[in-house]
């Protein structure tokens, strides 16, 4: 354990409310006759949420309250209330301590519009996907109904829209850098990343009625100051300039410690562009609990998208909780002041959070209605959170950091025999296994002390870290128990395999593959060229080629037709027309068929956003001159060409590929030779069956040279379809962390010679049909 956890007071250890009399709620309640059956005459907390009230684990809502009421608080919930007036957000009354805002699982904007700015009609955490129910940046609106509801009342932010805009950040939507949302929404206090500590010691502490105002020094918080803290000594980061020579409190805000004393060798940048010698572990780099850095000010960054990149790259380097500094960064004549980051929950606390009493199904005012994030999420465990990898337009690692927090088998088991008993219509199928990953379970640093101190923003980019734990022992053995619980069939996993980590354990693949693969698994390559896949952090084509190999080696072995559904990104920020077209060539050669694929997303706080902002590369050092130029595609054109090349089948975006290919200099890649990506003009009339050469437009693609000659073959119609049973691969949709809210994707076999299903025959939807 590390010596800042000896610090910290565990989160189920905390002297209970008096309130815990009340002992826990079938349901949180939502309304005063809720309240009165339990007794009770006030909240003590109200969360506010623009999600249904699920009271499950995979649900914030249902975690920060069940986690609440388990410290003695009352806590009732306002989920998705009319928000057009302050009446929805009074009909719990006061609360006694503080109303608690999130706009629930995904970011409200993100939730409620498309890549391309487009409206959705839906939304999976509404009852019946029903869309509109959420107002667009709900958390500001939801803040200032509860100011006027109570005023004086304390508001706490949280939830992931909250998190990821804890600074000034670049928003994507009004293309313009925002405030902090602390500022706009007026609130007392932000809680960012999994909030379970701040949370816990907010509460406790306005229990006590210590003043909110007071609490300026809590790990994982943002506060709104007039001026810095007197006892800490500021670090000024507010300008690009060359750092001068590293003291023992460097002012140089790009210093990193991936050279440690415990290997050279591990390192993802050149120590000669950082201009900083390597400290040793055993020297202090800076005292990060008397030490601030500040960033440049709001109002400059909203003026210069070079400096809103140096100051991206400067927040990203301060994110490790053992080693990591508070920010500062003016707003005004404000001060937003943001602390260090919270540490990670040890095991026996993830255990306690993931133990608590939920109910497992949606609150009973929905009635039949169905929630459909509910519906695919009711049969999943989370067995970890966190992520190491570091993907450049992944917001995951921004807010619920790269240490990863991992549950107790003996807890996950006990989930799974929950589910088994409390779950309606379950049929012994768990839907996943995982988290943000599915195979960093119990993965990490094998080195404390460099773990304590280490910088780096991927420990798997451009390669796996030396002293990282591949070992899948872990996660093999919890696989092999929860299928050997009774009342359980099957166990599938459906979150994300990180296939360059997977390769490193064969055990784990053949694992996988023999017993947990539906018929397909989902990875993602995301590119197939060197120029996006870096400024993406992820690993080349060879590494997937790897894993594909292993796949199908184990699938033969365990006589299985299985599939791999790879994801591609289209339009990120170093992406050229010719790359997607790359891309585009390495689908038809590999026969897939993206149904819907997915934009880039300009998320807030993400590194890819800064570059989709910046038009610069804010993984090396940022500079005025001389600095590394990022092309963007963010024309509504480009993006859709860009788009179009993923889905260069379809006949719709032939005409824009086929000018596209004329401008670029490939008209050769137009006609009906197997090598072109897209056919001549004239196809472009023709009905998806006469393109396919199936039905009676194709009857003579299965006649022999004898039949053709039989008197009456000219008037022969039907015939056998051809390809009629290949599916097609689903890409992911529009949104960040997913096609739906949670990243689940359309499924579909792959189009693929690699692996078809018996029966299936080549396509031949390219080729020139032939005229009588």
């Known amino acids: 354990m590390h010596n800042l956890q000896k610090e910290v007071t565990p989160i189920n250890q905390y002297p209970k409310y008096w309130a815990e009399c009340f002992g826990s709620a079938p349901f949180l309640p939502t309304n005063c006759k809720e309240m009165e059956a339990l007794g009770w005459d006030s909240c003590d907390i109200i969360i506010v949420t623009g999600d249904a009230y699920v009271d499950h684990p995979s649900f914030g809502m249902a975690i920060i309250g069940r986690l609440l009421e388990a410290q003695g608080f009352r806590v009732g919930v306002i989920a998705q209330p009319e928000w057009q007036n302050k009446d929805a957000f009074m009909k719990l009354g006061k609360p006694n301590l503080f109303f608690g805002i999130t706009a629930g699982n995904m970011d409200s904007m993100i939730n409620r519009y498309t890549a391309d700015r487009k409206l959705r009609h839906d939304d999976a955490y509404t009852p019946n996907n029903e869309g509109g129910k959420r107002p667009d940046r709900a958390v500001l609106v939801y803040s200032q109904r509860c100011r006027e509801a109570y005023k004086g009342t304390p508001i706490v932010l949280g939830g992931i829209e909250a998190s990821l805009r804890r600074v000034a950040h670049y928003d994507y939507w009004s293309d313009k850098?925002?405030?902090?949302?602390?500022?706009?929404?007026?609130?007392?206090?932000?809680?960012?990343?999994?909030?379970?500590?701040?949370?816990?010691?907010?509460?406790?502490?306005?229990?006590?009625?210590?003043?909110?105002?007071?609490?300026?020094?809590?790990?994982?918080?943002?506060?709104?100051?007039?001026?810095?803290?007197?006892?800490?000594?500021?670090?000024?980061?507010?300008?690009?300039?060359?750092?001068?020579?590293?003291?023992?409190?460097?002012?140089?805000?790009?210093?990193?410690?991936?050279?440690?004393?415990t290997s050279k060798k591990a390192t993802s940048f050149d120590p000669k562009e950082e201009e900083a010698k390597p400290i040793t572990v055993g020297a202090s780099r800076h005292d990060a609990e008397t030490t601030a850095v500040r960033l440049p000010p709001f109002e400059k960054l909203n003026n210069d998208r070079i400096l809103y990149a140096h100051a991206?790259?400067?927040?990203?380097?301060?994110?490790?909780?053992?080693?990591?500094?508070?920010?500062?960064?003016?707003?005004?004549?404000?001060?937003?002041?943001?602390?260090?980051?919270?540490?990670?929950?040890?095991?026996?606390?993830?255990?306690?959070?993931?133990?608590?009493?939920?109910?497992?199904?949606?609150?009973?005012?929905?009635?039949?209605?169905?929630?459909?994030?509910?519906?695919?999420i009711k049969t999943s465990v989370n067995i970890m959170r966190g992520c190491f990898g570091g993907c450049s337009f992944c917001s995951i690692t921004e807010h619920e950091g790269r240490i990863i927090q991992n549950r107790s088998q003996e807890s996950i088991i006990e989930?799974?025999?929950?589910?088994?008993?409390k779950v309606p219509g379950f049929t012994g199928t768990i839907s996943d296994l995982g988290g943000p990953t599915a195979n960093m379970y119990r993965l990490g640093c094998s080195v404390p002390k460099a773990e304590a101190t280490c910088r780096r923003p991927s420990c798997v980019f451009p390669g796996i870290c030396s002293k990282l734990n591949t070992d899948h022992k872990h996660t093999i053995d919890l696989y092999r128990a929860a299928r050997n619980v009774p009342g359980i069939k099957k166990v599938m996993i459906a979150s994300g395999v990180r296939y360059d980590l997977a390769i490193e354990s064969p055990e784990y693949v053949r694992e996988l593959v023999t017993h947990h693969v539906g018929g397909y698994l989902k990875i993602a390559p995301e590119h197939t060229e060197k120029g996006p896949l870096d400024l993406m952090m992820k690993p080349g084509m060879g590494t997937y080629d790897r894993f594909k190999e292993m796949f199908e080696k184990y699938s033969q072995e365990a006589g299985k037709k299985q599939y791999l559904i790879p994801y591609f990104i289209s339009a990120h920020p170093g992406t050229e027309d010719e790359d997607m077209l790359n891309l585009a060539l390495w689908l038809k050669r590999n026969n897939f068929e993206c149904d819907q694929v997915q934009n880039f997303y300009p998320s807030p706080m993400c590194n890819a956003t800064s570059m989709y902002y910046s038009e610069t590369n804010p993984l090396k050092r940022v500079k005025y001159k001389k600095r590394e130029d990022v092309p963007v595609a963010k024309g509504e054109r480009q993006r859709r060409l860009h788009k179009a090349l993923l889905r260069y089948h379809d006949p719709d975006n032939w005409p824009m590929i086929r000018e596209a290919l004329i401008n670029m200099g490939k008209k050769h890649l137009i006609g009906d030779k197997p090598n072109c990506l897209v056919p001549e003009a004239d196809l472009d009339t023709q009905t998806p069956a006469q393109r396919r050469k199936s039905g009676r437009h194709g009857a003579n693609r299965f006649a022999t040279k004898h039949t053709k000659n039989q008197p009456g073959f000219e008037k022969m119609s039907g015939g056998k379809r051809s390809g009629g049973n290949k599916p097609k691969n689903g890409n992911r949709n529009g949104s960040t962390n997913s096609s739906n809210s949670n990243g689940t994707p359309n499924r579909g076999k792959p189009k693929s010679s690699q692996g078809k299903p018996a029966g299936s025959k080549p396509t031949q939807g390219n080729r020139k049909p032939k005229r009588r």
């Open 177 to 261: 850098v925002r405030r902090s949302v602390l500022f706009d929404a007026k609130a007392d206090i932000l809680l960012f990343g999994n909030a379970e500590r701040a949370l816990v010691e907010v509460a406790h502490r306005l229990a006590n009625e210590e003043p909110i105002s007071e609490m300026t020094n809590i790990r994982g918080t943002a506060v709104n100051l007039p001026a810095a803290p007197e006892r800490f000594k500021i670090i000024d980061s507010s300008r690009i300039e060359k750092p001068s020579k590293a003291t023992f409190v460097p002012i140089n805000p790009y210093a990193t410690e991936e050279q440690c004393e």
């Open 312 to 376: 991206s790259r400067v927040m990203h380097l301060e994110t490790n909780p053992y080693s990591g500094r508070a920010l500062i960064q003016r707003h005004g004549d404000r001060e937003l002041w943001v602390n260090q980051a919270p540490i990670p929950l040890t095991t026996e606390e993830m255990d306690f959070v993931f133990g608590l009493p939920y109910a497992r199904v949606p609150h009973p005012m929905y009635g039949k209605a169905k929630i459909p994030a509910y519906d695919m």
């Open 415 to 421: 989930e799974l025999e929950e589910i088994r008993d």
